[in-house]
């Protein structure tokens, strides 16, 4: 409960060295084969198992001094676990931290992929709370391993194809599953389909730790992701269809808001930093305000 | 006008001074120190060292004290210590043969070599409530009303199972001097070894691991099984020093181990004979100890040349999987936290089938009129 820290009481960035190397070992065979869930032995963390573990370790084990370290949490630097998170590697490892997408070489996300685009060298590292994308399908490790190892994802098809027949859509709003450079059918952790596009082709390094469950996969820059969908139903990103209230921008995902008891609701980007910016070069909303006047 | 919310920082703070607060209580009531919950609540001290892996009762207990009693809390709370401490090494496995009993029993011989030593059990007490402790008016209790059994032994006492064994009526233990996995140190790939069940069991909540063996023996996986032996008490815990060149003993720790003997009518491949559950763990915890034996048996139905009757406790995934109370309360308790972005795709998803499916319904209407 206490904010001091020892001096020395735990090493750089809390994991021990070993441990970073074994993680970082899995990080390397997970760049290696794209999209493959690759065993690591997760460690207690200090925070609880869904709270992010596996992403922290993951920014943990790729962490240097020099780095400047970005969370988010539903696409927002304030939320309370993005906050936790935050200073958590301020106390343990002391890096320069920040909200803008573009100044952060690593960035920690669960739910959400930045709207501004990445650039090379940068790491967007996802937290993961089930990694393997046949889990609800069939509950058993030992089964989805020998299905992937087999390429067998006919079932996945088949629970695709069955959405289609019922509901005339894929029922999938979240953690859509993706084909990896033609071959391993992947979890994209709980993020809105809204998002899928941008695993593709993305210039920075992509990273997906899920602690509990000890699994990190990763996507290398430049990687052939393909949301998984039919000809005759061909994938589509899909968000509410509006436009920001506060920056009015149209391009970006939104968290719908309650106003008031009587069913009044605002929408507003989910990422605060892209919302942050475009206010700040004047675009306005529906309900937004001046910047001057938000100043003052 | 509408603020984005903010302000989980200074949340965070508040709720953790509340939390201090609440933790203390009442500050006119005396704070509990560490020694006594490590004298005087010893049992919870022992499932936290037991599910959090390591054997020190004043961490346990401050763990407790920092937790409000909340003991999977305080399991975490070790588990994330835990982790972080450097490994020197391993020690030489400890002689359970060897161990100074406190207690000693068996249920399938009325009486044996070393004799039944009750120890200090809940067992045969009556379960009413002793106002007296309320009135902390406590008797003060002699060694000579314990009696000379409750000295406990210092003698070796033989394992119950080796009598059986000299028969041949009971499954043979092949020694090994393999290493034994760690699933604190690789993760956990299944199908495990009987020595990377045991290890998850000892580490498995206590409630998990005793429903579970609850349902075996309502026929879940049925083993018949019996208390072949429990026994608490301190062993030397040696390690070999590679400069020495020999084993010096660097403590000791107390231990409860149970041996289950299991009918067993015989398969396809083994002999009509007992068959063995095993459980170990820290401290005196015999309730953890003989659950374990239970599920242990229960998952070894594949060696033994049984039949898979689907019985929960039989099933090595789910079992392994399931157990650990630290991994459990984590993902059941993330889901408290923020989901705004998923329940919004969730949404616009419910708006637009809800939607599509009310202009079908009234697209049938028109056509009906």
């Not at chain 1, 493959?36 to 573990?53: D, K, L």
Request: net charge negative; charged share 25%.
């Amino acid at each position: 409960m206490t904010d001091t820290l020892e001096a020395g009481a735990y090493n750089f960035a809390y994991l021990d060295e070993q441990t970073k190397r074994m993680i970082r070992r899995a990080i390397l065979k997970g760049i290696a084969v794209p999209g493959y869930q690759v065993p690591f032995a997760s460690r207690e963390m200090p925070m609880p198992y869904g709270w992010g573990t596996g992403g922290v370790q993951v920014t943990a084990a790729c962490l240097t001094p020099d780095d400047t370290l970005k969370v988010i949490d539903q696409g927002a630097d304030d939320t309370t676990n993005a906050v936790s998170i935050r200073k958590f590697f301020q106390r343990t490892a002391a890096v320069a931290v920040t909200e803008a997408t573009a100044e952060a070489s690593i960035i920690q996300t669960r739910h959400r992929i930045p709207e501004a685009p990445l650039s090379e060298g940068q790491i967007l590292v996802y937290q993961v709370p089930i990694p393997e994308p046949l889990r609800f399908l069939e509950p058993r490790e030992t089964e989805t391993r020998k299905m992937h190892e087999l390429e067998e994802y006919g079932l996945m098809h088949v629970k695709l194809y069955e959405d289609i027949a019922r509901h005339g859509h894929i029922a999938t709003a979240y953690a859509y599953p993706v084909k990896v450079e033609g071959r391993y059918v992947m979890d994209p952790s709980p993020i809105p389909r809204f998002d899928n596009p941008k695993l593709a082709a993305c210039p920075a390094i992509q990273l997906f730790g899920a602690g509990r469950e000890q699994r990190i996969y990763a996507l290398p820059p430049y990687t052939a992701v393909v949301s998984l969908d039919f000809d005759d139903h061909p994938f589509e990103a899909s968000k509410a269809p509006h436009d920001c209230d506060l920056c009015g921008a149209s391009d970006s995902y939104l968290d719908e808001v309650i106003t008031d008891d009587a069913g009044g609701r605002m929408f507003v980007c989910s990422d605060t930093d892209y919302c942050r910016s475009r206010c700040e070069a004047g675009h306005m909303g529906r309900l937004g305000v001046p910047q001057q006047e938000a100043a003052e | 006008m509408y603020v984005a919310v903010k302000g989980g920082e200074r949340a965070i703070d508040a709720a953790h001074a509340w939390l201090a607060e609440e933790r203390r209580g009442d500050r006119t009531v005396a704070a509990l120190s560490i020694d006594q919950i490590r004298e005087q609540l010893a049992l919870a001290v022992n499932r936290v060292m037991v599910e959090g892996s390591l054997y020190d009762p004043d961490l346990a207990a401050l763990a407790i004290k920092q937790a409000r009693g909340d003991l999977i809390e305080a399991i975490f709370l070790i588990r994330a210590y835990r982790t972080t401490l450097p490994r020197f090494g391993a020690s030489n496995p400890v002689k359970t043969a060897e161990m100074a009993v406190v207690r000693r029993i068996s249920a399938t011989f009325k009486d044996l070599p070393g004799g039944q030593v009750l120890g200090p059990t809940f067992d045969y007490t009556h379960r009413l409530l002793d106002f007296a402790l309320m009135a902390e008016g406590e008797a003060p209790i002699g060694l000579a009303e314990r009696g000379a059994a409750a000295l406990g032994t210092l003698d070796p006492v033989p394992h119950v199972t080796e009598f059986l064994n000299r028969d041949g009526l009971i499954e043979t233990e092949a020694p090994s001097d393999g290493t034994p996995p760690d699933l604190t140190r690789e993760p956990m790939e299944l199908p495990a070894a009987r020595p990377l069940r045991l290890q998850a069991l000892t580490r498995g909540d206590e409630g998990f691991v005793l429903s579970l063996a609850y349902s075996t023996q309502r026929g879940y996986g049925r083993t018949h099984a019996f208390v072949g032996e429990l026994r608490i008490g301190s062993v030397a815990v040696e390690m070999e020093i590679p400069e020495l060149g020999f084993a010096v003993e660097i403590g000791e720790i107390e231990l409860t181990e149970c041996e289950s003997v299991n009918q067993f009518k015989g398969s396809k491949t083994e002999p009509p004979q007992f068959t063995r559950g095993y459980g170990l763990v820290f401290g005196q915890t015999e309730r953890k100890a003989i659950a374990m034996s239970l599920v242990d048996r229960a998952l070894r139905w594949k060696e033994l040349g049984e039949d898979f009757t689907g019985a929960p406790a039989q099933d090595e995934e789910f079992v392994l999987m399931h157990a650990d109370n630290v991994q459990a309360t984590g993902f059941l308790e993330h889901i408290k936290l923020p989901h705004y972005v998923d329940f919004q795709s969730e949404l616009e998803l419910i708006r637009r089938l809800r939607s599509e499916a009310m202009a079908a319904i009234t697209t049938t209407q028109e056509a009906a009129e």
